[in-house]
């Protein structure tokens, strides 16, 4: 901090009268230490952030605060206004004013920094201290923490400072136990603490906010402030700009209920589902974090709670602690496919509808730019044709920038989105996209841990990161790896534009095998990315719509014959899987797969082997038929596009079929076992009661 603010970047006497003027006064002191190089270009970062939150806190605060490109290192300056300046808090103008200047490369360890001053500005003692204070020397040396803040109300110290502060209206902590008695009866009661011998309630919180650098981490000193008071045992993930440490999953798991105050998507949300949860704005945990405190408690005796939510992206997934590589390669490379999914079906259904509506020579038609005419057929077949194509002419940059993005976070994005359009550009495809992604991922982490001079933190992330990772990427996928990736591209097209007879029957039944182990994880996944980037091509070949089709009859099947057994034998399952069976017959239908896992996870020794036995005859039939798909998704809703359709619906009913006898006849077995089990239990039992009851032998 002794580099972050000096009595140069104090004004104890600030004259300004409106929030604009207040942060122009205190960045002028800042352009004139060199922290701020573009006055008017860092003020506009200032107002875009204050227009997104009014960053007035109760108790008399302002903290205005921005990442800005224009900042060259961490800087906080202090402003004091004796007529106070009106920042939109709820309780009025602000007399103590931060404005915290950010880089937009600010290191972790000066984000750190800034979040400790942030909770100190929950601390009562702290902000009564800096009131006081008569030079600007002293109020750095407060702000720094080279000078500790004394009480100035004597012995009574807490109950005279607090009645004062909360008169205030500056005291977060003070402020707890009103709150929580106009929270309700549930926070009034427990306001108090357990019951001697009573394990306390136990919460679990998440704050964060757009810029992840002071409401983040007040609403975390506030709620825990809180929680000191009501005998509650509170724990908060800060999901802030320095980064942020997951709870430990147990911890979550022994929590009573969870608060999310936040202003930006909670990362990794479906943790905390199936628990009491109050969701708010990060203000709320600021400024009434015992009603919150008390609402979580209410729904907690109610017995409400969340349902899951959707799962987080693989990117928020990266990076956990104590992962292998490669678990880690793994969660990139699913990044990259999971982004390039939605372009592969978007893409490859509007040029399906375009064969289907106007043939196979509408690839050949001209651009809907030149030619259109609205009451022909053709010309909205070729304007759905052409709008595919374009779509497709993402898949490879996206599945190379979401890889690097999943390595490097958004630094990556640059030179994966580059790399990935020069593999496409020198034909290196599929393979070059993943290689270019990793490369870009690469580059980008090995320039981060570099240590730079403070000087050039403020330019890294958007000038001198892309720069040099761009440039690198681009020499290694034009001159070294580029050309043999291409030459491995163009020998596997050749490879399946040559497969026939056997080895085509072959590779069906292995994708379908493939596509029914995990039901929709990452083994289904590579078998699929493996088929959609056959197809990802204006003018794919007939073996790449043959797997294509291959693969989505064979994921089908899991949840179709899941539905199927429920129906035919319904003894078989439990109440709750036959409800989730009648799911299963539209997610199925949908090329869903996923629709499987409920049963899967019951009894996966009999579910996933009867799944892949079911799943490879049908990935084999539909090689043997021939059939074709253009269409990367949809499921029995594009069958009209599909080659050789009967024999592929006889295909997925041949694979359904066998998966449903099979899972019945394994169920069956093991029902029979139990009963005889059963039976011979009591049998014994049986016996032994008869036994008792024979007379003794003279």
Partial sequence: MSDMITADLVDLDLSADTKEAAARALAERMVALGRVTDLEGFLADVAAREAQMPTGLDGGIGIPHCRSAHVTEPTLAFGRSAAGVDFGAPDGPADLIFLI????????????????LARQLMNSEFTDALRAVGDAGTAAALIRGDETPAPEKGAEGAEGAAATASAEGGSQNTAAAPAAASAGPAAATEAAGPEAGERPFRIVAVTSCPTGIAHTYMAAESLENAGREAG???????????GFTRLDPEVIAAADGVIFAHDVPVRDKD???GKPTVDVGVKAGINRPAELIGEVRTKAARGEVTSGSAPATPVERAGEAGEGYGTKLRKWLMSGVSYMVPFVAAGGLLIALGFAIGGYEIKSAPSVLDHFVWTQTDSWAALMFQIGAVA????VPVLAGYIAYGMADRPGLVPGFVGGMIASTINAGFLGGLVAGLLAGGVVMAIQKIDIPKVLRGIMPVVVIPLISTAIVGFLMFVVVGKPI??????MTDWLNGLSGSNAILLGALLGLMMCFDLGGPVNKVAYTFATAGIAVSNPSDSAMKIMAAVMAAGMVPPLAMALATTVRGKLFTETERENGKAAWVLGASFISEGAIPFAAADPLRVIPSSMVGGA????????FGATLRAPHGGIFVVPLIGNPFLYLIAIAAGVCVTTALVVVLKGLRKQAQQASAGGSAAGTAATAKEDRQPVAA
């Fill in 486 to 491: 291409a030459s491995a591209q163009k020998g």
């Fill in 271 to 273: 943790r905390f589902a």
């Fill in 392 to 395: 497709f002419g993402f898949l």
């Fill in 617 to 624: 005859i049908t990935g084999a039939l539909s090689m043997a």
């Fill in 232 to 242: 509650v045992e509170l724990v908060v993930e800060t999901q802030g700009s320095a």
């Fill in 101 to 116: 200047a950010a880089p937009a490369g600010a290191d972790d360890a000066h984000l750190t920094i800034l979040s400790a």
